[in-house]
Nanobody, 127 residues
Framework: QVQLVESGGGLVQPGESLRLSCAAS????????ISWFRQAPGKEREGVSC???????????YYADSVKGRFTISRDNTKNTVYLQMNSLKPEDTAVYYC?????????????????WGQGTQVTVSS
């Protein structure tokens, strides 16, 4: 079973950038669609982004409307890692960010599609 570890979170000011990493062990990540989710205090978990499996010819990406144009998801199969580049961060992006293997991609949080989770990484955007 694949184990996922997120990293790259931290405290930044509005307008700054962070790059989150989702590294895998125990399996080759390229065969899995990978999603990023986030959960802010007192709020429900929400979908952020998803990238389809590298096992198919074309890669597709999905983004929540709230992050479209600011966040970019990518995968580096040589490093068995998926990234989430987050630019122009806003205070409302503050949350714990999780990566997960999913059965299929969506820009939404679909609990029944989750196969395995990481432990999460905290992102705080504050002046």
């Amino acid at each position: 079973q694949v184990q996922l570890v997120e990293s790259g979170g931290g405290l930044v000011q509005p307008g700054e950038s962070l790059r989150l990493s989702c590294a895998a062990s125990g399996s080759t990540l390229r065969y899995y669609p990978i999603s990023w989710f986030r959960q802010a205090p007192g709020k429900e978990r929400e979908g952020v982004s998803c990238i389809t499996s590298s096992a198919v010819n074309a890669l597709y990406t999905y983004y929540a409307d709230s992050v479209k144009g600011r966040f970019t998801i990518s995968r580096d199969n040589t490093k068995n890692t998926v990234y989430l580049q987050m630019n122009s961060l806003k205070p409302e992006d503050t949350a714990v960010y999780y990566c997960a293997t999913v059965s299929r991609c969506s820009k939404y949080y679909v609990p029944e599609s989750i196969r395995s989770w990481g432990q999460g990484t905290q992102v705080t955007v504050s002046s």
